[in-house]
C-alpha cells in the first residue's frame, strides 16, 4: 500500500520557470510533511517541511502549499535554475514513525 | 559539527554473501534509521534504532539486521544476498525529541549483487 503518491513522474521547465510537484497521501494521522532533494550519488537532503497547522510555507524559491481537506499538498520551485535539477521526494510521518517516501519526481531545468 | 558518513561508498557481492554497512551518525544524534532506495524508487524504511534497540522495522525479512554502538554509530548486515538487494542503502540520524526528529541523510552505500 503506497500512503504517498506523487506526480508527475519527471518534469522538465524552462530556466525561470515555476515547477509544481504534487503529493496525495492517504493517512490523515501523518502530521509532517517534508521534501527532499537528491543529486545523483547523494543522499537526500531536507528542502523544506510543513505541519497541517498552517496551509503554506515559504523559504527563499521554495513553497510548500498544504490542502488538509483534500490530503495533498505541493512544492512550487519559483524561478526554477539549472542548479535546481535533481530528484525530489515528498515524504510524510506522525509522531517519531519512519518517513514514508513518494517514488520522486526527476525535475530537469533547461536553459 | 559532522554529518552523517557511510562506508564504504560502493560495493560489490555476489548471491549467497553477506554484507555489512556502516553509518557514524551526527554529532549530537541518538537514533539511527535505515532505508533502502531502489534505483528510481523513493527510500524504503529498514529499521530504526535508538539508543541500541531495535525500536521500529519496515517490511523487510530477517536476513536484513542491524546494531547501534554506544557511540550511536551503527551497522547494517545482510545475509543470504539476493539479486533484488541491490540499491543505494542510506543511513538517516535524528535526536529523537518528543515530536520533532528531523533526519539528516548520509550519502549512501552503492550495493550491487551479482
Known amino acids: 500500500q503506497q500512503q504517498v503518491k506523487q506526480s508527475p513522474q519527471s518534469l522538465i521547465v524552462q530556466k525561470g520557470g515555476i515547477s509544481i510537484i504534487n503529493c496525495a497521501y492517504e493517512?490523515?494521522?501523518?502530521?509532517?510533511f517534508p521534501w527532499y532533494q537528491q543529486f545523483p550519488g547523494k543522499g537526500p537532503a531536507l528542502l523544506i517541511a510543513?505541519?497541517?497547522?498552517?496551509s503554506e510555507k515559504k523559504e527563499g524559491r521554495f513553497t510548500i502549499s498544504f490542502n488538509k481537506s483534500a490530503k495533498q499538498f505541493s512544492l512550487h520551485i519559483m524561478d526554477s535554475q539549472p542548479g535546481d535539477s535533481a530528484t525530489y521526494f515528498c515524504a510524510a510521518r506522525w509522531g517519531n514513525t519512519p518517513l514514508v517516501f513518494g517514488k520522486g519526481t526527476r525535475l530537469s531545468v533547461i536553459a | 559539527e559532522t554529518g552523517v558518513t557511510q562506508s564504504p561508498t560502493h560495493l560489490i557481492k555476489t548471491r549467497g554473501q553477506q554484507v555489512t554497512l556502516r553509518c557514524s551518525s551526527q554529532?549530537?544524534?541518538?537514533?539511527v534509521s535505515w532505508y533502502q532506495q531502489a534505483l528510481g524508487q523513493g527510500p524504503q524504511f529498514i529499521f530504526q534504532?535508538?539508543?541500541?534497540?531495535?525500536?521500529g522495522r519496515g517490511n523487510f525479512p530477517p536476513r536484513f539486521s542491524g546494531l547501534q554502538f554506544p557511540n550511536y554509530s551503527s551497522e547494517l548486515n545482510v545475509n543470504a544476498l539476493e539479486l533484488d538487494d541491490s540499491a543505494l542503502y542510506l543511513c538517516?540520524?535524528?535526536?529523537?525529541?518528543?515530536?520533532?526528529?528531523?533526519?539528516?541523510f548520509g550519502p549512501g552505500t552503492r550495493l550491487t549483487v551479482l
Open positions: 510543513i505541519r497541517p497547522d498552517v
Open positions: 554529532s549530537g544524534h541518538n537514533t
Open positions: 493517512n490523515t494521522a501523518f502530521d509532517y
Open positions: 538517516a540520524s535524528s535526536l529523537a525529541l518528543a515530536g520533532y526528529n528531523e533526519q539528516f
Open positions: 534504532y535508538y539508543r541500541e534497540e531495535e525500536n
